[in-house]
């Protein structure tokens, strides 16, 4: 059966903290334009802030029969934001505080940069997700945990449901200064500040659009 769908994801790695102060930013205005089909043409601010890369593949199908399985991968670029999603107030005051990453989700383009159905059906995802970083803690230690809202328009793209099924997604390793305990150190956009034993644990969170809360965690 296709998966039910998914509107609010945490996602946190045991001593992995992020420092989104150590690179260039854009807003989430110009992180989500929806008349751009592909990042590359995204401002120059955002194509300065992208920090990593991904896919997903998603199965998406009518509301009322999920067996119906309708492939669609699409790509991710991860952009770093300096402003929230004015849907959601809390990504707009916590991307203040703390920062946080656009999401944005786009379909593939073909020579004649047109959505390719071959990969999706033409149903218009090009849209972004704000997700600011909290402070937590994973098993005690000291993590920056990703959380973010999905909108009606990806949940629900031309009166489907959109499943996802498997994300794979890059954050590349980039570096820059920040003062640290008051010292100016060189670190990475995210970093391994630690971790506690020889593995570390991933721990991932869903809630679905009944509300209901399923929790996953992996060591590694």
Known sequence: ????????????????????????????????????????????????????????????????????????????????????????????????????????????????????????????????LAAPFYDVKVDGVSTAELRFNVPETLKHPSGLDNSVREVASTVNKLKGKVKVRGKERTVGFYSAVGKKGKTRTTRVTFIDESGAKFTQTQKE
């Open 1 to 128: 059966m296709r998966p039910f769908v998914v509107e609010r994801y945490f996602i946190a790695a045991e001593g992995l903290q992020s420092f989104p102060e150590t690179r260039p930013t854009c807003t989430y205005a110009q992180a989500t334009d929806p008349l751009i089909s592909d990042p590359k043409d995204l401002p120059r601010a955002c194509r300065k802030a992208i920090v990593g890369r991904g896919t997903i593949h998603n199965e998406a199908g009518a509301p009322n029969d999920r067996s119906q399985k309708i492939t669609c991968d699409v790509k991710i670029t991860l952009v770093n934001i300096s402003t929230g999603d004015p849907r959601y107030p809390e990504t707009v005051k916590q991307i203040k505080k703390r920062g946080g990453m656009a999401i944005r989700i786009d379909q593939y383009v073909n020579e004649q940069g047109a959505d390719d159905p071959a990969r999706c059906p033409p149903i218009d995802l090009h849209e972004a």
